[in-house]
């Protein structure tokens, strides 16, 4: 049997066409890929690493990496135009919004507790009312054995022994949520602290760590030492939290519960810019978190992978909230936010 030359080439190119036609998905799916890089705010880390994961089950052309280096350096982050969305727990303000060229959306994604954890060997049940919590991080009291504290713990055996104060040392929103809430119940500790993310603490026997992570961590290995972390970061290196007095009068404990007790209140105006001081109900120091994206991409492809991604936070992402101990964002909210994201992303 003989093969003329051009049975030949139509045999190659009949196979060269099914061949591209075979791998044009998959050639398709690569040139769609998009990575969108992403850094700020710890409270939300552990949170952001499960979506990162979880968005690629329906989006496998997303890639997302997000680096946890406290609100503060996302926001200069998203100003300086060096990420594709930030992270913070501080709302950006009027302020800092004008100064980002590309325009900004706060896109708020979860809620949660910050917890006031502590290294106490003895105590496992520490309660700190309105008076007394205020005036341990404003430095008007500096012993565990102070009448103060004694007064919240009848019957507890409180050692007298400096306390050693754990704070962070990047700026934090976690530290915001933690200042606002204190700042909102006690005029000594606003005009002598204030809300801030980083705050001039004038504080003796002080201990700083950077992000969550760090604060958790001298704490655990700190005994006699007080700090505050987000709730997730409390429960996952098994450190105990103290009983807050919330504006009732209630002693209550962090957890997804009670902040979302805390949380049902709040509405959300038009820019979704909330600050949370002194809830009615619940576990009283509470905030909210946002992802911060531009209005404006460098290309067609950048926007539309951001638009996914919110998108599927805001639907998709939401499920995992409960999993990790951060509450979820209203529905009608969401609702809300992705009209903003999907009309004004570009």
């Not at 509470?286 to 290309?299: A, D, I, N, S």
């Amino acid at each position: 049997m003989t093969f003329s030359t051009t049975n030949l080439y139509r045999a190659f190119t009949t196979s060269v066409v099914a061949s591209a036609v075979a791998l044009s998905p998959i050639l398709s799916a690569v040139a769609q890929a998009e990575t969108l890089n992403g850094a700020g705010a710890t409270f939300p880390a552990p949170l952001y690493e499960r979506y990162a994961r979880e968005v690629r089950k329906k989006h496998p052309e997303l890639k997302i990496n997000y680096q946890g280096i406290g609100s503060s350096g996302g926001i200069r982050q998203i100003t300086a135009g060096t990420v594709d969305f930030g992270g913070s727990d501080a709302a950006m303000t009027d302020a800092q919004i004008a100064q980002v060229k590309r325009g900004v959306i706060l896109v708020p994604t979860a809620g949660g507790a910050v917890s006031v954890v502590y290294n106490l060997p003895g105590v496992s049940n520490l309660r700190l009312s309105r008076a007394t919590l205020p005036a341990i991080f404003s430095g008007q009291i500096t012993n565990w054995s102070d009448a103060k504290i004694k007064a919240d713990n009848p019957g507890v055996n409180l050692p007298n022994q400096p306390i050693k104060f754990v704070v962070r040392a990047d700026g934090s929103g976690t530290t915001f949520i933690f200042t606002n809430h204190l700042s909102n119940i006690s005029g000594y500790f606003r005009g002598r602290v204030g809300t801030s993310t980083a705050p001039k603490w004038t504080l003796p026997n002080v201990l700083k760590g950077k992000g969550n992570p760090g604060v958790a961590g001298l704490v655990a290995r700190t005994p006699g030492s007080i700090g505050y972390v987000e709730y997730a970061f409390a429960t996952k290196n098994n450190l105990r939290s103290a009983q807050i007095q919330n504006k009732a009068g209630e002693f209550v404990s962090p957890s997804l519960q009670t902040a979302n007790a805390a949380l049902s209140s709040v509405r959300f105006p038009d820019n979704y810019r909330v600050f949370v001081g002194d809830p009615t109900q619940g576990y009283p120091i509470v905030g909210l978190t946002w992802m911060m994206v531009y209005k404006q991409y460098p290309t067609a492809a950048k926007a539309d992978a951001i638009k996914k991604w919110i998108n599927w936070v805001l639907k998709d992402g939401q499920q995992y909230n409960d999993d990790l101990n951060y509450t979820r964002i209203p529905s009608d909210v969401s609702n809300r936010v992705l009209q903003t994201v999907n009309s004004s992303v570009k």
